[in-house]
């Protein structure tokens, strides 16, 4: 499959999926009041899709590694944020593992494809 735009990739869609996850989490009453972290986690999901879609209309397989690299760290702010508001008792364990599991496949994902895009460069 040829990929034309960066609404094709898989981890794009993935990424979408996830922030409409952090932001449904946020907006329960728990974390809704906690401005700063319901912010920051909404931001660093936001930054996962963003960076996916900017790397893409680089046009440029250096520079598109580049911002996968970034969301792959957005990624991983995420998932750590999440063991906050799971140690703050904002999050059921079960909703807990169930985003945690989303964030690493969705960083096997964009390491998979960083990987595929350094033999291509």
Do not use: P
Request: aromatic fraction near 10%; proline fraction near 0%.
């Amino acid at each position: 499959m040829t990929v034309e735009r960066f609404e094709d990739l898989e981890i794009w869609k993935e990424s979408r999926m996830l922030v409409g996850e952090i932001y449904r989490l946020t907006s329960s009453d728990k974390l809704n009041k906690d401005f700063g972290l319901k912010d920051q986690i909404q931001r660093a999901s936001v930054s996962i899709m963003n960076n996916i879609a900017e790397g893409f209309e680089r046009d440029s397989n250096k520079e598109f590694i580049r911002f996968l690299f970034f969301a792959k760290g957005s990624v991983g702010e995420v998932r750590s944020m999440l063991y906050i508001t799971l140690d703050l008792n904002l999050i059921t364990k079960d909703k807990f593992k169930e985003l945690y599991n989303d964030s690493v496949k969705l960083i096997k994902k964009i390491s998979t494809l960083i990987k595929y895009l350094k033999t291509k460069s």
